[in-house]
Nanobody, 115 residues
Framework: QVQLVESGGGLVQAGGSLRLSCAAS????????MGWYRQAPGKQRELVATATSGGTTKYADSVKGRFTISRDNAKNTVYLQMNSLKPEDTAVYYCNLKILMSDYWGQGTQVTVSS
């Protein structure tokens, strides 16, 4: 069984920064993809950023240049450094782990950016 535990959300003013963390535990293959998705009220869940175990990263256009995803493979942990936050970044952020054909999700952490 795989579990994902997120931390680091909160309330920040526009222009501020937050760092999210997600630690995975359980039966985790070394080859996988970890990432972050977000869902704002009334909107569909959308990709924010992903990082493969080999180091390849991918970002949504809306966060490029502001957010940085990184991971510590030894700790099965993924991070999301969010800088220059905007009110439109307000959402519940979910950690995701893809192993082969399986998807695992964290419980979500709220990020609120005030104007």
């Amino acid at each position: 069984q795989v579990q994902l535990v997120e931390s680091g959300g909160g309330l920040v003013q526009a222009g501020g920064s937050l760092r999210l963390s997600c630690a995975a535990s359980g039966s985790i293959l070394r080859i996988n993809v970890m990432g972050w998705y977000r869902q704002a009220p009334g909107k569909q869940r959308e990709l924010v950023a992903t990082a493969t175990s080999g180091g390849t990263t991918k970002y949504a256009d809306s966060v490029k240049g502001r957010f940085t995803i990184s991971r510590d493979n030894a700790k099965n942990t993924v991070y999301l450094q969010m800088n220059s936050l905007k009110p439109e970044d307000t959402a519940v952020y979910y950690c995701n782990l893809k192993i082969l054909m399986s998807d695992y999700w964290g419980q979500g952490t709220q990020v609120t950016v005030s104007s």
